[in-house]
């Protein structure tokens, strides 16, 4: 760039320094690697150079009655001193430039009703629609759901590429609190977003890999089941619910399936015929991918008919009174629950062991409560057992039933119960 020779500056200088056919610099002779740079438009600009040939250079700020000569010479001090003190005025610039740019970015994201780009909350908005193309709706949901109350709260307006693997941590930590295996979602959950950006390369690294098994919650296999005296103990309190929370978890025993399956039963999917009422789940629904077929006992049947009058007009069969969607979770429905009957800790996934034991116990063969839990089956088995098990999934949900009704009558009963 085309320079005169220097000279000390002064204001008067300044101003009468005149755009040309090509920009140019005027250097300080009073301090060396200050001056001022002439624009094209006439835009006076001061800077501050830096390095054993002045290659690197600061801008200082544009010459105007509020940016004058005096306060140019300060900041050049000012920047020298950082300078020599090992700092570097100029990558801060550009990172005070960064940090303005982004504000602007929130606000006028925030006034749009969107996440603002770069930040946490717009990637895991698009992990999630990305999502959509390749999960099932269950779990798309269930990322979802887990994603505003366990991470937006913390990271949704940070930047992603400030998110280091402290900041993992301490999320980890925190959401152990709330329990160990939560915790282990959330990182899971997290590793995937960040994972997501990794592979699109907007990220170099994703700080949630190879966290130290130390800051992980061990995991058992659970093993809890039901005492008849704990479900006639639970049983009357599940009144205390809302009707549809009080429906879900009668019919996650009643019908041994998963506590997620049985929130998302829709009443299309439930049908009639000459041997009676069967719920059939799509593929999509299940965790193991791949259509069920639930025959309905009358217990059953009658839970879900009470529900009819409260949300028929809806799609699905356990919906909120609030706003007729559907329920997505039992978490706080269990925790009244241990509180209002005293019971060592249960979930409602251990209802469905219950159920499932109780069969067993019952004379029910353990290929019929199998197909009747939906358990994915081996690649072998999936290709040539075709059989359906309808004949013994509904004898099983009988006897189910039955069992259910003698215990909270208090009737004696046979342990063995003979299924051809």
């Known amino acids: 760039m085309p320079r005169r020779a220097e000279t000390k500056l002064t204001d008067t200088a300044v101003k009468n320094l005149r755009p040309r056919a090509t920009r140019y610099e005027v250097r300080d002779a009073a301090r060396a690697?200050?001056?001022?740079?002439?624009?094209?438009?006439?835009?006076?600009?001061?800077?501050?150079?830096?390095?054993?040939?002045?290659?690197?250079?600061?801008?200082?700020?544009?010459?105007?009655?509020?940016?004058?000569l005096a306060k140019a010479r300060?900041?050049?001090?000012?920047?020298?001193?950082?300078?020599?003190?090992?700092?570097?005025?100029?990558?801060?610039?550009?990172?005070?430039?960064?940090?303005?740019r982004h504000a602007r970015e929130v606000r006028k994201a925030a006034s749009e009703g969107r996440p603002a780009p770069g930040t946490f909350a717009?990637?895991?908005?698009?992990?999630?629609?990305?999502?959509?193309?390749?999960?099932?709706?269950?779990?798309?949901?269930?990322?979802?759901?887990?994603?505003?109350?366990?991470?937006?709260?913390?990271?949704?307006?940070?930047?992603?590429?400030?998110?280091?693997?402290?900041?993992v941590l301490r999320l980890v930590e925190e959401a152990r609190k709330r329990g160990g295996v939560c915790s282990n979602r959330t990182l899971a959950l997290v590793r995937g977003v960040f994972q997501y950006a990794v592979d699109r390369e907007e990220l170099d690294a994703n700080p949630a890999l190879r966290i130290p098994r130390r800051f992980l919650y061990t995991e058992e296999p659970r093993e809890r089941v039901l005492s008849e005296e704990e479900l006639r103990v639970l049983w009357p309190l599940f009144d205390?619910?809302?009707?549809?929370?009080?429906?879900?978890?009668?019919?996650?025993?009643?019908?041994?399936?998963?506590?997620?399956?049985?929130?998302?039963?829709?009443?299309?999917?439930?049908?009639?015929?000459?041997?009676?009422?069967?719920?059939?789940?799509?593929?999509?629904?299940?965790?193991t991918n791949s259509a069920h077929r639930v025959p309905l006992s009358p217990q059953a049947v009658e839970v879900i008919e009470a529900l009819r009058p409260l949300t028929d007009t809806t799609e699905w069969v356990l919906a909120s009174?609030?706003?007729?969607?559907?329920?997505?979770?039992?978490?706080?429905?269990?925790?009244?629950?241990?509180?209002?009957?005293?019971?060592e800790h249960f979930t409602p996934h251990d209802l469905r062991r219950t159920a499932a034991t109780w069969l067993g116990r019952s004379g029910v063969r353990p290929d019929s409560i199998?197909?009747?839990?939906?358990?994915?089956?081996?690649?072998?088995s999936r290709t040539y057992n075709r059989a359906g098990y309808d004949t013994e999934k509904r004898q099983a949900v009988v006897v189910l039933g039955s069992l259910v009704d003698s215990i909270l009558a208090g009737e004696e009963r046979s342990n063995v119960v003979r299924i051809a």
């Open 33 to 68: 690697g200050f001056g001022v740079r002439v624009e094209l438009d006439g835009r006076k600009v001061f800077f501050q150079r830096f390095g054993t040939r002045g290659e690197r250079r600061l801008n200082l700020g544009i010459y105007s009655a509020a940016f004058g």
């Open 74 to 100: 300060r900041a050049a001090e000012k920047a020298s001193a950082d300078y020599a003190a090992g700092e570097d005025p100029i990558a801060a610039k550009k990172e005070q430039r960064l940090q303005e």
């Open 122 to 167: 717009d990637l895991a908005e698009r992990y999630l629609h990305d999502a959509q193309r390749r999960r099932r709706e269950r779990s798309v949901h269930e990322a979802e759901r887990k994603l505003k109350v366990e991470v937006l709260p913390v990271w949704g307006m940070r930047l992603v590429a400030e998110i280091r693997r402290a900041d």
């Open 240 to 287: 205390r619910l809302q009707p549809a929370v009080a429906a879900a978890w009668r019919l996650v025993l009643l019908t041994a399936q998963r506590p997620g399956e049985v929130l998302a039963m829709r009443w299309r999917d439930l049908e009639r015929d000459s041997r009676g009422w069967w719920w059939n789940l799509p593929a999509e629904m299940t965790k």
């Open 321 to 343: 009174r609030a706003d007729g969607k559907r329920l997505t979770w039992l978490s706080h429905s269990s925790a009244r629950l241990r509180e209002w009957s005293g019971l």
């Open 370 to 380: 199998d197909q009747l839990l939906n358990h994915a089956a081996g690649r072998i």
